[in-house]
T-cell receptor, first 117, second 116 residues
Framework: AQSVAQPEDQVNVAEGNPLTVKCTYS??????LFWYVQYPNRGLQFLLK??????LVKGSYGFEAEFNKSQTSFHLKKPSALVSDSALYFC???????????????FGKGTKLSVKP | DTGVSQDPRHKITKRGQNVTFRCDPI?????LYWYRQTLGQGPEFLTY????????KSRLLSDRFSAERPKGSFSTLEIQRTEQGDSAMYLC??????????????FGAGTRLSVL
């Protein structure tokens, strides 16, 4: 079955330090991978995606993620964390359907990122 | 572009009552998705539409749930005979279906349902 795992419920980082939020997936075939961020009382905001091409993808607000096919991972990273990055982060996966588009997203349980001053 | 709009933002109802939620997707997005999110979990897929056609339904979508997208524009999600287990955040998303952003789903703020 298709699935996504986010092994850490919470990640604590000091402001200015690099951050990593981990994600592994299980999908038959080629995955489409996404990261979303959710702030309190707000919907999910798209950060970045991997569909094909360069394994390192850059997204909004200085975030980037590296697709690693052999380890089936898609970890989210940022070189220097900000207090305003504190939020709930979700990794999601889908796969190509007819015509190259996609069906539904499968989400991980989410990782709460806390950045302290 | 005003984003995906959901109404109402909050709904409190008594067990056994029917509720209906509305989602207005981003203009010209032909795909529309419904998800359910409970506390401490990621969103779970319920159903999706391409234009007015409902293409897929999750096993989570029991026969008490029904979704429509008349004319391929806004969508409604109805829950009949609500149960306490239906309490959750109901999220709507839309995607273009074509073009460079066809794989990105854009989410609304959600409707939080509380069943008493």
């Amino acid at each position: 079955a298709q699935s996504v795992a986010q092994p850490e419920d919470q990640v604590n980082v000091a402001e200015g330090n690099p951050l990593t939020v981990k994600c592994t997936y299980s999908v038959s075939g080629n995955p489409y991978l996404f990261w979303y961020v959710q702030y309190p009382n707000r919907g999910l905001q798209f950060l970045l995606k991997y569909i094909t091409g360069d394994n390192l993808v850059k997204g909004s607000y200085g975030f980037e993620a590296e697709f690693n096919k052999s380890q089936t991972s898609f970890h989210l990273k940022k070189p220097s964390a900000l207090v305003s990055d504190s939020a709930l982060y979700f990794c999601a996966v889908t796969w190509p359907t007819y015509g190259g588009s996609q069906g539904n997203l499968i989400f991980g349980k989410g990782t709460k990122l806390s950045v302290k001053p | 572009d005003t984003g995906v709009s959901q109404d109402p933002r909050h709904k409190i109802t008594k067990r056994g009552q029917n509720v209906t939620f509305r989602c207005d997707p981003i203009s010209e997005h032909n795909r529309l998705y419904w998800y359910r999110q409970t506390l401490g979990q990621g969103p779970e897929f319920l159903t999706y539409f391409q234009n007015e056609a409902q293409l897929e339904k999750s096993r989570l979508l029991s026969d008490r749930f029904s979704a429509e997208r008349p004319k391929g524009s806004f969508s409604t999600l109805e829950i009949q005979r609500t149960e306490q287990g239906d309490s959750a955040m109901y999220l709507c998303a839309s995607s273009p279906g074509t073009g460079g952003d066809k794989n990105i789903q854009y989410f609304g703020a959600g409707t939080r349902l509380s069943v008493l």
